[in-house]
């Protein structure tokens, strides 16, 4: 057997113990493996995963009991049989890399990185978020959810129905204090959305982490850490995926009451942007709350790292990658048609960006210059209120512009990077060949 | 466990046995009014009066 470590194998065996800080938390709830699937939780917050018999293995680590007496307790607990070779392959090959046993090494990050949020600023520390989650979290009892919302359809019952018209009116958002109402709405009904997360998580029972600003492909993005809530059974997870969309309704009844009180209809501005937000959201071929809706009713943790092993899967004369056969049947479907949809809707939005490409930088760059001149032209003429518009838009359009040119050096880094690899490949093939 | 024919553990089945870590939990809200101007600006351009918000494509 390669790779084993033979230390492990001698006299005066070591008596292997969980790290510090390691939680078994018990089974996956809802999963779509055809086996069970049981997670641990390391002392950096990371959540692992792992079949029966390594989370077997992991249980019994003692500190007490080495190799030859882990491999009679696992064969004992799981029916099977494994051997000192065995259980030392385990420690080695999936618990130690993995940061589970003292004194092990613990690799860097799992590498998940297909459309991560970039440029990561927690501005909420976990403590922080803690208790405006815990006084938060009663919306999410049954009845103040029923109440809360009759009254959101009520409310837009009333705006569909009682003449309120969304006509759009030029005029109406050239006004810089409209204009700031507008941004400011957006602002934080997105970071209301979070707590919605944080809340639901920790309704659950799962603790929420921090709340930050980064950049998801171009945009700003708030965001959550709510990596405990894999801990929730499949209802706690989908009440977590679905908090952030509740609050963005919620944020309509006092824009709907600010509309009432005032009449103007930038209040209908703010109410149709969290509609936007919501409907966006639903989306579940980027990394929002759809796609986690998505993966929580399918039971599978990380869809984008199935792409690869789907279309392996899908070649001819090949059989099915390890990671898609270990899905139930209605899953494994489920999953093959998220991945063929999802890598042609992203083939297709990246080719109109690269067509598209030349005119969305003009235009944003000429968008930028004006608006720069506009804030000088306003600020000149004692306009405040104007010029700080301006500034604002003049930064947000940048922000976007600044998002691209990043999210374009990642993407020629990734294909070079792909490029050297398929290079190397060939080369190794052709000396083998030689 | 399963056993190979010589009686010793299947190791093909325990390398295939799953041990990862989960990708973080990030959820996320864009500003999505944000992404107007970047996404079409001159088509907003074309439609601001029929259908978008002016301000976005406004000096």
Redesign the interface.
């Known amino acids: 057997?390669t790779g084993l470590s033979l230390s492990l194998l001698g006299p005066g065996l070591p008596t292997p113990r969980l790290a510090d800080g390691v939680d078994l938390l018990g089974e996956f709830q809802g999963g779509g493996?055809i086996e069970p699937?049981f997670l641990i939780r390391r002392s950096d917050g990371?959540?692992?995963?792992?079949?029966t018999?390594?989370y077997r293995l992991a249980e019994e680590l003692d500190g007490r009991a080495d190799a030859a007496e882990l491999a009679e307790r696992i064969?004992l607990r799981?029916g099977?049989?494994?051997?000192v070779?065995?259980v030392c392959?385990?420690l080695k090959?999936?618990?130690e890399p993995?940061g589970v046993v003292a004194g092990g090494g613990q690799q860097a990050?799992?590498g998940?990185s297909v459309l991560k949020?970039a440029g990561?600023t927690a501005f909420f520390t976990a403590r922080a978020v803690r208790p405006a989650a815990s006084l938060l979290r009663h919306l999410f009892h049954t009845p103040v959810v029923v109440c809360l919302l009759t009254a959101a359809v009520a409310v837009h019952l009333w705006l569909l129905h009682g003449g309120s018209s969304l006509a759009?009116?030029?005029d109406l958002?050239?006004r810089p204090e409209?204009?700031l109402v507008?941004v400011l709405v957006?602002?934080l009904?997105?970071?209301f959305?979070?707590f919605g997360?944080a809340a639901a998580s920790l309704y659950g029972g799962a603790t929420p982490g921090v709340i930050g600003l980064?950049l998801?492909l171009?945009?700003?993005?708030?965001?959550?850490?709510?990596?405990e809530?894999?801990r929730l059974d499949r209802p706690g997870r989908i009440r977590?995926?679905l908090g952030?969309v509740y609050f963005n309704l919620l944020v309509t009844l006092p824009l709907a009451g600010m509309y009432g009180l005032t009449a103007n209809k930038v209040w209908l501005?703010a109410i149709l942007?969290q509609h936007?937000?919501i409907l966006?959201?639903f989306m579940p071929f980027l990394?929002?709350?759809g796609y986690?809706l998505f993966s929580d009713l399918t039971g599978v943790?990380?869809l984008?790292?199935h792409i690869g092993p789907v279309f392996r899967s899908l070649l001819p004369g090949r059989t099915a990658a390890?990671k898609v056969a270990?899905l139930r049947r209605g899953v494994r479907a489920a999953v093959v048609l998220w991945v063929v949809s999802t890598v042609c809707v992203l083939a297709c939005l990246a080719g109109w960006l690269l067509l598209?490409l030349p005119?969305?930088v003009k235009?944003?760059g000429?968008?930028v210059t004006?608006?720069w001149?506009?804030a000088v032209h306003h600020a000149a003429l004692g306009r405040g209120l104007a010029s700080l518009?301006?500034v604002i838009?003049a930064t947000?359009?940048s922000?976007?512009?600044l998002g691209?040119a990043i999210m374009l050096v990642a993407a020629l880094r990734l294909a070079y990077r792909s490029g050297c690899k398929a290079v190397e490949r060939l080369g190794g093939n052709k000396l083998r060949a030689g | 466990?399963?056993?190979n024919t010589d009686g010793?553990?299947n190791?093909e089945e325990?390398?295939?046995?799953?041990?990862?870590?989960?990708?973080?939990?990030?959820?996320?809200?864009?500003?999505?009014?944000?992404?107007f101007?970047?996404?079409?600006?001159?088509d907003v351009?074309v439609n601001?009066?029929?259908?978008?918000?002016?301000?976005?494509?406004?000096?």
Request: overall charge negative; charged content about 15%; hydrophobic content about 45%.
């Open positions: 057997m493996s699937r990371a959540m692992l995963i792992f079949s018999i390594v064969s799981t099977g049989s494994i051997d070779a065995g392959y385990l090959h999936k618990l993995l990050g799992s998940h949020l990561r759009p009116s030029r958002l050239e409209n204009l507008i957006a602002f009904g997105a970071l959305h979070e997360h980064g998801y171009v945009w700003p993005a708030f965001y959550t850490d709510i990596t809530s894999y977590t995926d952030g501005w942007i936007l937000v966006q959201q990394r929002l709350d986690y943790p990380d984008f790292g390890d270990k598209s005119r969305i235009g944003a000429n968008l004006a608006l001149i506009s518009a301006k838009q947000l359009v922000i976007q512009l691209l | 466990m399963d056993k010793g553990v190791y325990l390398m295939s046995e799953t041990a990862e870590e989960l990708p973080q939990r990030h959820l996320l809200a864009t500003v999505t009014i944000l992404g101007p970047i996404v079409g600006v001159s351009a601001a009066d029929t259908s978008g918000p002016g301000w976005l494509i406004s000096t």
